[in-house]
């Protein structure tokens, strides 16, 4: 089982390992963008965190209020999609203080098509999906206990992240630099490691 107390404390190690990453974020985001993402998911991890330590409620609620935390924020394109991907995460939350792993399992995987419904953005596009589809696919197939299931999407978020090196940008402002973008892994997938990272940490 998975108490909200332990997620909480993983939610805020995820958002730890993200505002950390602050500097990296940034300079990966300026080969080809506008150099904001670490400065933006710098605000969106300590708007999750500050809503997931105030929260006295259910597990559904406070992811509920992580995403309505975000929804506020002003910032670039990462605001919307990460509200998007936490609003699906509380939609297939549970109104309860634990959750067993296969309702984890729904729960990921529910977020993930309504953020793959928002961006239309596949594994190959060179965008956080190229993260956040693996790392949810290892939730979907594992078979063991609440540890493991983090430890295995945090892998293979790692892994789909430095696989966004071998890709062209197929979306936002670096589309326009095509074959130059290869090289360099996009910065919203990087991110998203850096989340699973810190949420496998108990």
Same mark, same amino acid.
């Given at each position: 089982m998975l108490s909200k107390e332990a997620l909480a404390q993983r939610l805020i190690h995820a958002c730890q390992s993200v505002m950390a990453a602050q500097d990296e974020l940034t300079d990966i985001d300026s080969q080809f963008g506008d150099a904001d993402h670490g400065i933006t998911m710098t605000k969106i991890a300590n708007a999750?965190?500050? =809503? &997931?330590?105030?929260?006295? #409620?259910?597990?559904?609620?406070? *992811?509920?209020?992580?995403?309505? =935390? &975000?929804?506020?924020?002003? #910032?670039?394109?990462?605001?919307? *999609?990460?509200?998007?991907?936490?609003?699906?995460?509380?939609?297939?939350?549970?109104?309860?203080?634990?959750?067993?792993v296969s309702q984890v399992k729904r729960m990921f995987a529910g977020a993930c098509d309504a953020l793959a419904a928002l961006s239309k953005a596949k594994v190959g596009d060179k965008t956080m999906m190229d993260a956040l589809i693996p790392a949810t696919q290892a939730i979907s197939a594992w078979e063991g206990d609440m540890d493991g299931l983090f430890l295995a999407a945090a892998e293979a978020a790692q892994q789909?992240?430095?696989?966004?090196?071998?890709?062209?940008?197929?979306?936002?402002?670096?589309?326009?630099?095509?074959?130059?973008?290869?090289?360099?892994?996009?910065?919203?997938?990087?991110?998203?490691?850096?989340?699973?990272?810190?949420?496998?940490?108990?």
């Open positions: 999750i965190q500050e =809503a &997931v330590r105030q929260n006295d #409620g259910s597990i559904q609620s406070m *992811l509920d209020d992580a995403a309505m =935390a &975000v929804m506020v924020l002003n #910032g670039g394109s990462a605001v919307p *999609l990460w509200n998007t991907w936490l609003d699906g995460l509380q939609e297939h939350s549970v109104a309860a203080n634990e959750m067993t789909g992240a430095e696989n966004s090196r071998n890709f062209v940008s197929r979306f936002g402002r670096a589309r326009s630099y095509g074959q130059a973008t290869i090289g360099t892994p996009d910065a919203g997938a990087v991110s998203m490691k850096y989340f699973f990272v810190g949420l496998a940490k108990k």
